[in-house]
């Protein structure tokens, strides 16, 4: 493993603690609380067949707890697939070297999560759904240039983006606060 890849696996894991101890500071943009009353609910069993859905603001990604935006450097880079049923399940994200899907990392909602325990945030009709965080790092495979891993590393560290919206839900009650 190269020591860029180290860097920046180390890098994104240290963002990860500190955003999982609370003291990650809030952005000071004005982007719109993701709305609390959407719900996962597409189906697919291929990462390229569940994308999220595309607007003026960039595309969204439809949760048990509100909307999340992607991070606009993913462009259609990351492929999401959605297997959340009832308020519990994953969403998966996955990027793409020489045509074989390298998954990123998963938000697990409900009780059945894996990974690290984010905290809870309201579901549409108020119940607290347990978020958490399952990632690791993704390792350089025979046939992959020293790019497409650099590339891999970068797309992975969009959950940075996604961790900070997760901890601005309205209600949002961290795992350190519970």
Not at 81 to 103: A, P, R
Request: with cysteine.
């Amino acid at each position: 493993m190269g020591l860029f890849q180290k860097n920046a696996v180390q890098r994104v894991l240290v963002i990860i603690l500190v955003a999982a101890l609370g003291i990650l500071p809030l952005s000071a943009c004005d982007k719109e609380q993701p709305a609390q009353d959407q719900t996962a609910s597409e189906d697919s069993s291929t990462p390229a067949a569940n994308s999220p859905e595309g607007d003026e603001e960039g595309k969204k990604i439809s949760t048990p707890v509100g909307n999340l935006e992607c991070p606009t450097d993913w462009g259609d880079a990351v492929q999401i697939v959605d297997n959340v049923s009832s308020d519990e399940g994953s969403i998966d994200f996955y990027g793409s070297v020489n045509n074989k899907q390298v998954k990123l990392f998963s938000l697990w909602f409900g009780g059945g999560t894996q990974g690290h325990v984010l905290g809870t945030a309201p579901d549409s009709s108020g119940s607290p759904v347990t978020i958490s965080l399952d990632i690791s790092e993704v390792e350089k495979e025979d046939g992959w240039t020293d790019d497409d891993a650099s590339r891999m590393n970068d797309l992975q560290e969009g959950v940075n983006d996604l961790l900070d919206q997760i901890y601005r839900l309205n209600g949002f009650e961290s795992s350190s606060n519970q």
